[in-house]
């Protein structure tokens, strides 16, 4: 199915725009920034909250200016039905009513906006609740008009389509969007199958909504999240050993059930590729960016060709901790130890300015206007919800939460969802309602180069050696934990689909083993594989959102490549990049920004990143 079809089935998912998030990947790994831990080294008293939080004016003076326009976006709706059965017409109706759709699509954008904000900074607040299911309605009902025009457009003939796309004012708006839907023309199949496959959408959530509940209600630890984290991070030994028995025990005691769900979730996507006539599971994921399996297979296979850096650091970890072995609960421990541990935002503030420098004034601008126009909920206070988000709204600015910590990993949060915002900026000034929502593929290329830029940065003006040390250590686990970690989830997941594909068992043995070998493979012969560390799989709960992960390992090469190539010749390409919005394909719009990952050129950039910086940590820490 297309893009646009498919998001019927994600209703949950796209109902607030585009909303990216740190914690996303972090989530998937153990090293997750806390970023409630500090709240208390907030200066408070001196803060003036009314300059570090959202000004949700410009978007609706006040919930009844909302209300209104809500009743009158269900009014409309009215005039968009009117388009089924006549959209594909002739030139005219498609024009007509695809005008009729942006002017709702638009709409429908700020009103999930401004409830979703709301809501978030009143998490117990029913009233917001009532808000965000009142435009559920309205959204169920808009999408079932959409998907019945999405429908006329993907059965129009390519004779009639082309002549449409012929029309210069149609292709201009509307030709990405119209192509989009019939990219995937040959996967559609007969109507009363459609319907059938519809109504199976309860069923298809049966995996993914049974571990959720295993593992916010039946896992029951001693300790919570936040906990976890930091012990996983102590210094002493006994402590982390202790934090990793609470955490893994629950998943190895059902550790049966969670192989059936995991090979419950892989089946389900080997009976959707095979009705829908993809060649594979793998096949059917990547469609939707339009991405060939080549780059993600040779992702996997140049990552995990390469490991000898990652086994190096691993090895540095080993001497530099003094263990015997590195064992799972030994990966998190900071192996040069933090030197500044309060960052105002203030000061983060300025750390941001200087790290992005590089991307010229212009960029700087936008940072200014998001610093300044109240871009930002800066800080954690009752009822706001946790972690870190930018949302996009597309006649007015983005918007970014936070839950600053005054920490340097809260600034790296910090210059992340702002390289989400800038992005978007840009792209919603250049480009039309259809071309402007650039895929999460691309999204994160612009958040993570935000982030390289400011290792980049901070190591360069390092004023002595234990701090450029630490800031190293700072790079090194960025891209341990983007490129290598989620490559090895990728090639487990690809595993496990190829495996049940050709029909074999998949039950908790065969799981443990693979991740077994996975993690010798990556982590190399200092790495000790301890049974417990086994269920590791059992884990990771974006498993149930399938083929995923590697966009993370795609995103950091990506972002690598990008900022070597700003700091060598200038912003102007990648400021290009930018601002071509969603108007291409992810590969196209980062090939066009000396980005090619048909080639196997960022990966191994860097790759030998990785390793220059193993390198020059170890001298350093030699020297000390
Ligand atoms: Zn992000």
Redesign the pocket.
Known sequence: MGRKLLKLLIVSLLLFGIY???Q??YSTCSTAFAQNEKDEENPKKEIDYSKYCWNLYTLYKNDDAWMKDLKKFNKDMNELENYIGKLTKSKTHLYLGMGIKEKLDIKLNSLSAYAKLKKDLNKSSYEYLNMTEGIKKSYSRYMNITSQLELEILKLSDKDCNKYLSDKKINNKYGMYIKDIRRNKKHYLDDKSETILSNMSSINGLPSNVYDLFRNMDKKTDITPAEYENAIQDYNREKRVEAYKNEFLPYNDNINTLAGLLSGQVNKNIFYSSVRNYDSSLQMYLDSDNIDEKVYKGLIKTVSNNTDSLHKYISLRKKVLNLDKVYYYDMFVPIVSECEEVVSYDKAQGMVYSALAPLGDAYGDIIYKAFNERWIDVYSKENKVSGGY?LSVYDNHPYVLLNYNSSIGGVSTLI??LG?ASYEYLSTKNQNFYNSSPSIFT??VA??TNEVLLYENLIKNATNNKEKAYYISMYLDFIKNTLYTQTMYAEFEDYIHEAAESNKQLNALVLNDKWSMLLKKYYGDDFEVDPLSMVGWARIPHFYNSFYVYKYATGCCSAVTCAQDILKNGPDDYLNFLKKGGSDYPLNLLKSNNVDLNSQKPIKKTIDKFDELVNELEKLLDEK
Do not use: N, R, V
Request: net charge negative; charged share 30%.
């Open positions: 990216t998030t740190k996303d990947i930018c992340h969802e989400h999204h994160e958040s993570t």
